[in-house]
């Protein structure tokens, strides 16, 4: 292998000649001429979108981009003035192009292009239609639904060389619009300031959201040949980063100009309009690796968090992605913290629909909260919609506020609150489809507002299928099986869950720990409990339950004598506590899907001396 050898994540766009082989047979070398044209004319597209032409191979060429949008735009950009140029000439050999476009790995060698990503875009293009375009699903979720373009799917396409199935989309400009512009060579101007030490440069305008840019992961290891492995690591950061709808996050190829370049961090991030930089290493030695990541305020480089990660380097890609995800994970939740504590030092004057946002969030964090917090909450999030009625996470954390009062003690009328969730989880969605939270809302209203098992399902597949790297959506996922009765799902969600955040809420646990319970992993159970900060009683008799299972009777019996004080203390509401009281409260517990999924549990209660 060439010692200039990368290996990267990229958007990889492949296009070809429809019918080359009989436009050649009329005139081969007006063909032959016409084919280089306009693909010349496309490469100089590419370029003024961000994008490096890579191969032109006779018929066919093969472009990177840094960013989905980009590869779309150019794409479609290319397709209409090609169309007119077509138009203009007066024989029949018109080189009509078909374009696919994919997210995948590639490896870059000597200036070639290979790798699943490529043939992925190839298998795309050719289910492409003369002049269309056909993008990757996961293509089309990263395009911001700002732009201008729409996506007609094509379903799940079985593809030669892939062992499942694709989702395909063809990509279109929206009726009565226009393709934006290109935007500036971030990359070309970043490196050219860098070169001219004597000019002024003006400070990029941050934008409203959190902006963070990811630079590229310094290689520790003194072997070039470990290079594609730090790259990647950025490049998984980016990418996932980039599915939190929340965050702005700067684009490859502008982070990417700093690699290797003397530049102070606050510098950079004046540069790149970034109020938070992640910076970082990979150092290999023999058989391990550790990474480390450390997160900066832009502005005044200080230091915001921090975290070392140790790994055995036995499939490198395996740790590529744990690790990645790992970050990816806790940063975002860090930036939405520290952007918090920012906008409760804002005056009340100076407040954006994002600053209201971000106050209800300080109110309330999570789905645990006081009545008052919870309406304190509710009350920002209803100022930041009236300042911006458009804004789908300002409906997203409305929902939520309705849901936790749907499940709590206090409402004065439950069916009023869960409406209430339901309709501000569907307006979320119907304003930003792409937001992996407002699909994850909608199934929790789906499923504990309106009993629908298979629409929550959906919705989850669909908040998952967006953002693989937010574990609220596999806590979620962790309760919705288990009470589905799938617990085999569920311990596996709530084990993806820990991988992204190894300081899960109790909430998260909760639901893996009782899978564990039905699929009779008593100890693992015990385990997963013990991890709790505050086991509400229902997990103190489960534990009852998974010693007497497991015929540690002694401890079964301690553990149900605890229960039995903690259930007579805290739940006054359910009267003598007779056989009757300890059924109504265990099935009061699980919205079960099978009803008979329960008599496991009770089984283990029987046995600890409880329920009866």
């Not at 439950?414 to 409406?419: H, K, L, T, Y």
């Amino acid at each position: 292998m060439s010692e200039n050898c990368s290996r990267k994540l990229a958007v990889i766009l492949h296009a070809d000649v429809v019918g080359s082989t009989g436009l050649v047979q009329k005139n081969e070398a007006v063909a032959h001429h016409r084919f280089q044209d306009a693909f010349q004319r496309f490469s100089e597209t590419i370029e003024s979108y961000g994008g490096t032409a890579r191969e032109i191979r006779g018929d066919a060429l093969v472009a990177e981009f840094a960013r989905a949008s980009d590869a779309v735009t150019a794409a479609l950009a290319f397709q209409s003035t090609n169309e007119a140029h077509n138009d203009s000439l007066d024989d029949d050999i018109r080189p009509r192009i078909r374009i696919g476009i994919s997210l995948g790995e590639v490896v870059i060698a000597d200036g070639t292009i290979t790798g699943a990503g490529v043939v992925l875009a190839q298998r795309l293009e050719q289910l492409a239609e003369s002049g269309s375009v056909v993008v990757q699903g996961t293509v089309s979720e990263t395009v911001p639904i700002r732009l201008p373009f729409e996506f007609e799917s094509l379903g799940e396409q079985v593809l030669k060389g892939f062992d499942h199935p694709v989702r395909a989309f063809v990509a279109r400009l929206s009726p009565g619009e226009r393709l934006p512009a290109p935007e500036s060579n971030a990359t070309s101007m970043i490196q050219q300031d860098l070169q001219d030490d004597d000019t002024e440069h003006p400070t990029v305008e941050l934008p409203d959201k959190p902006s963070i840019a990811v630079l590229p992961f310094t290689n520790m290891s003194g072997d070039s040949e470990q290079e594609y492995f730090s790259d990647g690591i950025t490049e998984d950061i980016i990418t996932g980063l980039s599915r939190f709808r929340e965050l702005f996050v700067i684009a490859r190829g502008s982070s990417f100009a700093f690699k290797d370049q003397s530049v102070g961090i606050t510098e950079m991030a004046d540069k790149l309009g970034a109020k938070y930089v992640l910076e970082g290493s990979v150092r290999k030695a023999g058989n391990r690796v550790r990474i480390t990541a450390q997160l900066i305020e832009g502005t005044t480089g200080n230091h915001l968090w921090a975290e070392n990660y140790d790994r055995v380097l036995e499939d490198v890609f395996a740790v590529q992605d744990d690790v990645s995800q790992t970050i990816i994970a806790t940063l975002a939740g860090r930036v939405e913290e520290e952007s918090r504590e920012r906008a409760l030092r804002k005056s009340a004057k100076n407040l954006s629909a994002y600053d209201y946002y971000l106050r209800g969030k300080h109110y309330w964090p999570d789905w645990m909260g006081s009545k008052n917090n919870i309406l304190q909450a509710r009350e920002m999030f209803e100022q930041a919609t009236e300042l911006d009625p458009d804004y789908a996470a300002a409906y997203i954390g409305l929902a939520e506020s309705y849901i936790a009062e749907f499940w709590s003690s206090w409402t004065t009328n439950r069916d009023v609150a869960g409406a209430r969730a339901f309709e501000h989880a569907c307006k979320a969605v119907a304003l930003d489809d792409r937001d992996s939270h407002a699909h994850l809302i909608l199934a929790v209203a789906y499923f504990h507002v309106k009993s629908n098992f298979e629409l929550a399902e959906v919705q989850i597949q669909r908040a998952l299928e967006l953002n693989p790297n937010d574990y609220w959506n596999y806590c979620f996922k962790t309760s919705f099986s288990l009470c589905a009765g799938d617990f085999e799902e569920s311990i596996f969600c709530g084990s993806e869950a820990i991988r992204r955040n190894p300081f899960l809420p109790d909430g998260c646990l909760h639901g893996m720990g009782f899978s564990e319970y039905f699929a009779q992993r008593y100890d693992n159970a015990i385990k997963t409990f013990g991890r709790l900060s505050a086991p509400g009683v229902e997990v103190q008799g489960c534990i009852a339950a998974c010693y007497a299972q497991l015929g540690r009777d002694e401890e079964a019996r301690a553990a149900a004598a605890e229960f039995r004080d903690r259930a007579k203390a805290e739940l006054t509401s359910h009267g003598n506590w007779d056989a009757e009281d300890w059924r109504d409260y265990w099935s009061s517990l699980f919205n079960f899907k099978d009803p008979g999924s329960l008599k496991h549990l009770l089984d283990g209660l029987r046995k600890a001396g409880l329920s009866e």
